[in-house]
Every structure is written in structure tokens, then in C-alpha cells.
């Protein structure tokens, strides 16, 4: 998987969003809101490639979190991110 081209993490108003820019973006009219952990693994994963199992490493050796619970929060937050179009596989 990969963040779409255009997708910028941004710190607006002392919020963590996304924001798309750029002409390919040009139709994206969300401004995507991220907690410090989904940002944190967005500034992890930013122009590379990753997989769930990317996320669960990051998870578990950044935050004291077992492997079970980093995999089904790293699960839901792809299926959220891959919903709102800011991913690919």
C-alpha cells in the first residue's frame, strides 16, 4: 500500500489534518482530522510503501501496546484512510 500523491499532513488551527493539494487532488474537498497516534504512523509511512504489518510494528515499538490490539487498530485506521480515498494498494 501507499498514500495516494497529493496527500499532506498539516498542522491547521493546533489540528493534525490532511489535506490534498495539487491538480490531481483538485476534487478533494475534505479536511481529514488525525489524533497524534494516526499521525504518528502517517509521518512513518509517508512516500513509502507499507502493509498492516508496517503499522503493527510501529504500533508495538512506539507505544506500549500488544501486537493483537496494534493489529486491529492499525486494521481499522487502514479501512478508514482506503474509505476516504488517501490510500492505495
Given at each position: 500500500?501507499?498514500?495516494?500523491?497529493?496527500?499532506?499532513?498539516?498542522?491547521?488551527?493546533?489540528?493534525?489534518?490532511?489535506?490534498?493539494?495539487?491538480?490531481?487532488?483538485?476534487?478533494?474537498?475534505?479536511?481529514?482530522?488525525?489524533?497524534?497516534?494516526?499521525?504518528?504512523?502517517?509521518?512513518?509511512?509517508?512516500?513509502?510503501?507499507?502493509?498492516v504489518?508496517?503499522?503493527?510494528e510501529?504500533?508495538?515499538s512506539?507505544?506500549?501496546?500488544d501486537?493483537?490490539?496494534?493489529?486491529?487498530?492499525?486494521?481499522?485506521?487502514?479501512?478508514?484512510?482506503?474509505?476516504?480515498?488517501?490510500?492505495?494498494?
Amino acid at each position: 500500500m501507499k498514500i495516494i500523491e497529493g496527500f499532506k499532513l498539516r498542522n491547521v488551527a493546533g489540528q493534525t489534518v490532511i489535506t490534498g493539494e495539487g491538480l490531481k487532488q483538485i476534487d478533494f474537498n475534505k479536511l481529514i482530522s488525525l489524533n497524534p497516534t494516526a499521525a504518528y504512523l502517517w509521518q512513518q509511512i509517508e512516500d513509502k510503501e507499507f502493509t498492516v504489518e508496517t503499522l503493527v510494528e510501529l504500533l508495538t515499538s512506539h507505544y506500549e501496546v500488544d501486537e493483537a490490539t496494534a493489529r486491529q487498530d492499525a486494521e481499522e485506521i487502514l479501512q478508514q484512510w482506503h474509505a476516504v480515498g488517501l490510500i492505495e494498494a
